[in-house]
């Protein structure tokens, strides 16, 4: 039977949350504490807290439930946008080709 991990201490989360506020990297703590870079990015997510940009340059942001909520309501009215868009091209399109003449009479 294995032997269960001990779970880190509340004192200790908080520290690793406060040093990557701070602008220490995840990995770079999972490394000199001993602990997983996934454990740090979980307790930095649940605290709300914006993680420093990553090694290729883009900012890390971890979204709190509030944010990821809006953001999936934004998405959702940008694709009603989008298709309500599409409808009135195709519409101006052909009230355009059926509204006007095909040919010009002649004038003679």
């Given amino acids: 039977m294995p032997i269960p991990k001990p779970l880190y201490p509340a004192a200790f989360r908080q520290q690793m949350v406060e040093l990557v506020q701070a602008g220490r990297k995840p ?3 999972a490394q000199e504490f001993g602990c997983h870079v996934t454990s ?3 307790w930095v997510r649940r605290a709300g ?3 420093p940009a990553t090694t290729q340059g883009a900012a890390y942001a971890a979204l709190n439930a ?3 909520q809006e953001l999936m309501e934004l998405r959702r009215k940008f694709r009603q946008v989008q298709m309500e868009r ?3 091209a195709k519409a101006t399109a052909w009230f355009a080709h059926n509204g006007a ?4 009479p002649s004038t003679r």
């Fill in 101 to 104: 003449p095909t040919s010009t």
């Fill in 27 to 29: 990995s770079e703590l």
């Fill in 40 to 42: 740090i990015l979980a």
């Fill in 66 to 68: 509030a944010e990821r």
């Fill in 49 to 51: 807290v914006i993680a």
């Fill in 86 to 88: 599409d409808i009135l």
